[in-house]
């Protein structure tokens, strides 16, 4: 397997040559066949599994290698292959497969987090097609993207979810401003995007309209296996067992093989219910609340795995990249401080639990 | 009284504009706030008056390092108060007298180096008799504020045994020792110190060379373990404060998220957590005080108060959802800062071990 040093996850990129390197190996990806292996050959794909797909999946994730950014290649694809009309496959797909752009999602408002479904900005049909007004936060990565899928509101007078549609925008449209927010790492993780009467094609609608809402279910359960997040999980577990392995003291210290043995135990539990997920999709079956235990599971091993890492290493656990001293090449307070973003992104715990014990248990919902 | 009048200075005069300035910014310690700290009496906090201190006790150490932790307070103000209190025990006469007045007015600042840099090999870090006087070599890491220290109480070891340790009081501006800042994602100004045949007077030297002196370093180094736990439930406890405020006022699905029952257990979750974090913390700072002897209550507290602010201030962050995590939010400073305190001074595993053998022998 290729060593590509250091993680830099898409909303990592903060230098001209960090994005160099992200895109030209994006591109080699691409050149390789690799960011479309289970796609149908027809759009660039090589007709490999969902299983197969995971698998090279959680290794590149494993390595810290670029390139398959989740909003793109996790969420966007799945729709546009499940939702988009031919014209629309034949037009994003190739050039994605090619990792020639990167697509972005814009969900949340400033008043719209969790309860995404009371979301306000607005798309008006015109003749031609649609203006766009409104205001997404917390878009991961924008700033290196060049497209965008977004939800509108289309129908003012349908309540909450029913009256939502996913559009695809250029995001050099004129129209569209971007404010970059940096994390508390002071990395650019994510931009507001401002929609200022925005105008897009009526062939920039996914999935027809008012039915955004169902584009978009379908495509967080399909990201909600998390093997990004396991193959960094498994790539943490490793280096704490090596840091220990190379220090007797520790390694002798039954708290401490306990510690990692319940990690250990943790990762693999998770591993297998992503794994899960992936098979339910090479059956046909769409997974929902399977994929929100795999979640679950994922973000437990992850928080887990970051406060041992900090135990474990004490303070070296906490220098970062570029510090004298830092092991890893501070890979692990990194995973430190990006973790609780993943437990975030696309639901948080409570979310899952809430999706799990409506949907997967048929548990009554808490009467207003 | 302490509590309130120190709440109100440093609630004017620590806003975290200030905390986010040293951060990012050049100094560790603005000086004239240093100075200001001086004037309250806070640098020599556990100096007797007859050096110039204020004379006061380990729970005003509690008190005042809690409203410090709660501002995120810039600054060695912990290892000067415990350096303090090293040259109070075992300096000369001569030494007390010289620079325990500096100390208290402000002049001079303290910090402390205990843990030695592991390379290659293993760590070490060496005092040997030279001539009349001492020389040190090797490399002390995680040093607070290095650079902007005068003096430096660094522990070394004088044997294999565990009560073979003692301290050495060592210039910043001596010749052959260098400073190399670190960079922690805890956002505290960390530094490797290390020491190419530096040369200090044999009065550097707290306590004698030949004597090993566990139990009064083991002292000092309570004092700090006790100062840190205070320092963290300051800290923990205002970014609680953030997050109930926060979870009141942010509304979805048409109410404040306050309401929703998963949210009010893990509020309930961090209140106990910073509750008992604040019992144990005032009882071994008092058994301290008491009983300078006391060592199981201190490292009980440390264990707890490690996890308990870690927890509470990961929890804070996460109600905040993703502003939580974001630069411009203040939540997430306190997560760091406490995060770099929790992992200092051994851990909370070092602690628990304590505790183990303080139980089992």
Redesign the interface.
Same mark, same amino acid.
């Given at each position: 397997m290729w060593r590509v040093g250091t993680s830099r996850y898409e909303e990592e990129v903060a230098t001209p040559g960090e994005e160099a390197f992200y895109r030209s190996f994006q591109r080699k990806l691409g050149a390789k066949g690799l960011l479309s292996t289970w796609w149908p050959v027809e759009y660039g794909g090589r007709g490999h599994s969902k299983i197969e797909s995971a698998i090279l999946r959680e290794e590149l994730a494993y390595y810290g290698a670029p390139g398959l950014f989740g909003p793109t290649y996790e969420l966007f694809v799945p729709m546009m292959l499940a939702f988009g009309t031919e014209e629309q496959k034949r037009r994003f797909l190739p050039p994605l497969a090619r990792g020639e752009w990167i697509f972005c999602q814009g969900f949340?408002e400033p008043?719209?987090?969790?309860?995404l479904a =009371?979301l306000k900005s607005r798309a008006v049909e015109k003749e031609d097609g649609y203006v766009l007004d409104g205001h997404k936060?917390?878009v991961s990565a924008a700033r290196i993207c060049d497209w965008g899928f977004f939800l509108f509101r289309t129908d003012e007078k349908a309540t909450r979810h029913r009256g939502l549609s996913m559009f695809l925008v250029e995001l050099s449209a004129p129209g569209i401003t971007r404010k970059t927010?940096?994390?508390?790492?002071?990395l650019p993780a994510?931009q507001e995007i401002f929609f200022d009467g925005v105008r897009v094609p009526k062939e920039n609608l996914l999935g027809g309209k008012n039915n955004g809402w169902q584009v978009a279910m379908y495509a967080l359960n399909h990201e909600r296996s998390g093997l990004v997040w396991l193959g960094t999980c498994r790539r943490a577990l490793d280096r704490l067992v090596t840091y220990v392995k190379e220090r007797k003291t520790l390694a002798e210290d039954s708290?401490i093989r306990e510690k990692l043995a319940a990690l250990a135990v943790e990762v693999e539990t998770a591993r297998l219910a992503c794994y899960y997920v992936a098979s339910m999709q090479d059956r046909g079956v769409i997974p929902v609340h399977e994929a929100s235990m795999a979640k679950i599971l994922t973000c437990h091993s992850s928080i887990h795995l970051a406060?041992a890492g900090?135990?474990?290493m004490?303070?070296?656990?906490?220098?970062?990249t570029?510090?004298?001293?830092?092991p890893f090449d501070g890979g692990v307070?990194?995973t430190?401080?990006s973790y609780?973003?993943w437990?975030?992104?696309g639901g =948080?715990l409570?979310i899952q639990?809430e999706v799990i014990a409506r949907l997967g248990l048929g548990l009554p919902k808490l009467s207003d | 009284m302490i509590r309130a009048s120190a709440r109100e200075f440093l609630a004017r005069e620590c806003p975290l504009k200030i905390v986010r300035q040293v951060e990012t910014g050049r100094d560790s310690l603005p000086a004239a706030l240093w100075k200001k700290l001086a004037n309250l009496g806070w640098p020599g906090l556990l100096i007797p008056e007859e050096y110039g201190g204020s004379g006061g006790t380990v729970l005003d150490m509690v008190v005042v390092l809690e409203e410090a932790g709660r501002v995120l307070l810039p600054g060695p103000l912990i290892q000067t108060v415990v350096g303090a209190v090293a040259i109070l025990w075992s300096g000369s006469e001569d030494l007390k007298r010289r620079l325990l007045p500096k100390i208290a007015g402000g002049e001079s600042i303290v910090t402390l180096a205990v843990m030695e840099t592991e390379a290659g090999g293993g760590a070490y870090f060496r005092v040997v008799r030279d001539g009349n006087g001492l020389r040190v070599t090797g490399s002390k890491i995680f040093v607070p504020d290095a650079a902007a220290a005068q003096y430096i109480v660094c522990t070394f070891k004088t044997g294999d045994g565990p009560d073979d340790v003692n301290l050495l009081l060592v210039e910043t501006g001596a010749p052959g020792l260098t400073l190399r800042p670190l960079k922690a994602i805890s956002g505290a100004r960390l530094y490797e110190v290390a020491f190419n045949d530096v040369r200090v007077p044999a009065e550097s030297m707290l306590g004698k060379l030949e004597d090993s002196w566990g139990s009064g370093v083991g002292r000092v180094l309570r004092y700090a373990v006790v100062a840190e736990c205070a320092w963290m439930v300051g800290a923990a406890g205002r970014v609680f404060e953030m997050a109930v405020e926060y979870v009141k006022t942010r509304s979805q699905y048409g109410r404040p998220i306050a309401a929703f029952q998963s949210v009010q257990h893990q509020c309930a979750d961090m209140a106990v957590d910073l509750r008992a974090a604040e019992y144990v913390t005032h009882y071994a700072g008092w058994k301290l005080g008491k009983y300078p002897d006391s060592s199981w209550e201190v490292s009980v507290a440390r264990a707890w108060v490690n996890d308990a602010c870690l927890r509470v201030a990961s929890r804070a962050c996460y109600l905040h959802g993703a502003l939580g995590y974001s630069e411009e939010h203040d939540a997430q400073l306190y997560l760091r800062r406490i995060a770099g305190v929790a992992s200092a001074f051994g851990g909370t595993r070092h602690h628990l071990e304590m505790v183990a053998r303080g139980l089992l022998g």
């Open positions: 949340s008043d719209a987090g969790s309860d =009371s936060v917390w927010v940096n994390d508390y790492a002071g994510w708290s406060e900090l135990e474990i004490g303070e070296y656990g906490l220098l970062d570029g510090s004298p001293r830092a307070a990194r430190y401080l609780p973003m437990v975030l992104g =948080s409570e639990k | -």
